[in-house]
């Protein structure tokens, strides 16, 4: 069954930086384009970045652009999310996932990992 397990976050200060990775299997992993979502409280679950199958072309959102950046191993089927300038509004729960234009992300979703920017 696909499983992914997310693992880094913790408590930082403002401007610090952290790097998540997210430890999928279950599926080809190659075969998919992976993406990082994140949920804090109250809100709406975010798409953050996506990297494509070969670990080119990564996008990211607005609000994380030129902060974070995404990458993979295929080899490990890990993925990988560098996070840099973190500020109070990064702070909430990130989960990794298949990035599909048609049909979204698998519906099974790891425990994710807590991110918390506080001073």
């Known amino acids: 069954q696909v499983q992914f397990v997310e693992s880094g976050g913790g408590l930082v200060q403002p401007g610090g930086s952290l790097r998540l990775s997210c430890a999928a299997s279950?599926?080809?992993?190659?075969?998919?384009?992976m993406s990082w979502y994140r949920q804090a409280p109250g809100k709406e679950r975010e798409l953050v970045a996506v990297?494509?199958?070969?670990?080119?072309?990564?996008n990211y959102a607005d609000s994380v652009k030129g902060r974070f950046t995404i990458s993979r191993d295929n080899a490990k089927k890990t993925v990988y999310l560098q996070m840099h300038s973190l500020n109070t509004e990064d702070t909430a729960v990130y989960y990794c996932?298949?990035?599909?234009?048609?049909?979204?992300?698998?519906?099974?979703w790891g425990q994710g990992t807590q991110v918390t920017v506080s001073s």
């Open positions: 996932n298949v990035f599909r234009a048609v049909g979204g992300p698998f519906d099974s």
């Open positions: 279950g599926f080809t992993f190659s075969s998919y384009a």
């Open positions: 990297i494509i199958r070969s670990g080119g072309s990564p």
